[in-house]
């Protein structure tokens, strides 16, 4: 039996992380990095995306930032491409990156459109990166997980693609009405059939694929829209960024070795009730 610290070990791994910039992307490269993985950290966000990089790497890891619209196709081969040519392997894939119309202070003011009046262009760029993007990441990824006969697949999915947004907490008396977006719970929906799929169709080939369903993580958001998402998770509040980590590491890590086609609610209670 392997000690149970051990089993979260990733020393001599190599890991991609999309959407590495953003908020949960980029502790799940710190994550990935402390655990003795090299981090590649894949974004549209040059600049960000190489200041973490640079942070990672003046704390002793080994991290390599290459800019990457996920949604085109030789720009996601440019990635894996460069994955190996500096690491020689890729053990992990993390899809992280996606559309996502948060309501943080930042942007509170993208919510107006309804279901009715949903442009279709913002529907099919959705698709694009949402689905499409982590289609072609992953397509292009799994070639070197199977030359070496092994590797771990993370699609991040949301408590949205499995229960429908409770669209009262976005509301604001005396405000426009604000939404969170029909594209949302679809592509996320999408992610979790995307596993399921990807797990059968890899069986018998050791590669996992597993999901993580975040539910909804603090970024500021202003009191009252805190205190109306608290009241519907059973712990009553909202997650911190960093309660993701752990639950990526594990399915990242052999401590999930039994694990495949599976999803990780970490939501603080809230499709429980």
Sequence with gaps: MTALPASFDLSGKVAIVTGSAGLLGSG???????????????????AANEDLAARLTADGYYALAVTTDIA??????????????????????????ALDPKFDP??????????????????????DVNLTGMFLVTQAAVHPMLDQKRGVIINICSTYGLVAPDQRIYQREGQAEGYKPVYYSVTKAGVMGFTRYLAGYYAGKNIRVNALSPGGVYNQHDEEFVEKYAARTMLGRMADRSEMNSALLFLASDASSYMTGANLIVDGGWTAW
């Excluded at 690491?87 to 992990?92: S, T």
Aim: charged share 25%; proline share 1%; hydrophobic share 40%.
């Design 28 to 46: 799940f490269c710190r994550t990935l990095a402390e655990a003795g993985a090299s981090v590649v950290l894949a974004d549209n966000n040059s």
């Design 72 to 97: 085109d196709p030789e720009s996601v081969k440019s990635l894996v491409t460069q994955t190996l040519e500096r690491f020689k392997r890729l053990d992990i894939l993390v899809n992280s990156a």
């Design 106 to 127: 930042e942007h509170q003011d993208e919510h107006a459109s309804s279901f009715e009046n949903y442009a279709l262009d913002d529907w099919k760029q959705a698709l």
